[in-house]
């Protein structure tokens, strides 16, 4: 992959799992749960890259996010935590992207954004020029679905970038 300077991470179901079953913010659930190989993946990277975590999190502003991330021990990870009820912006929207780009300081086309919803994290970033990832770890098959990677595991993401 080119270089680049910033990785972008969607939050539910690409780093901690979204258990539907649970109401509210994910900071409040009984239990909560990192995604396999999450910790170690984003330990190699830390440094490397500057880190963030952009969510669509319907239940939780930036603040809530950040304790379900201290809750899974992954908080000590990354540079910038986004919200969309913090941003006004929700995905796809390309002024979800351009806002948390520009408040990292880094151009678009410096960014890479990995998340597991196609629709939601990969048309919006490609709409400005971002690389991205498809973290597809059940292998859902959309026609004509375009990204830069589509990997299956997050270790993966190490062979990619």
Do not use: H
């Amino acid at each position: 992959m080119e270089k680049f300077k910033a990785i972008i991470f969607d939050w539910g179901n690409t780093l901690m799992r979204d258990f539907t079953q649970y109401p509210g913010p994910m900071a409040f659930w009984p239990e909560i749960e990192v995604i396999e190989g999450v910790k170690e993946v984003l330990k190699s990277l830390k440094g490397k890259y500057a880190l963030c975590i952009a969510t669509n999190a319907g239940e939780s502003d930036t603040a809530l996010m950040i304790e379900s991330l201290k809750r899974g021990e992954i908080d000590i990870y990354f540079d910038y935590f986004f919200s969309s009820k913090d941003l006004g912006y929700k995905k796809p929207d390309p002024n979800f992207f351009k806002i948390i780009a520009d408040k990292m300081n880094v151009s678009a086309m410096d960014c890479v954004m990995v998340g597991n919803d196609y629709e939601k994290d990969i048309v919006g970033a490609m709409q400005l020029n971002m690389k991205t990832i498809w973290f597809n770890e059940f292998g859902v098959q959309i026609d004509n679905a375009k990204c830069d990677f589509e990997i299956r595991s997050i270790f993966d993401l190490l062979e990619v970038v």
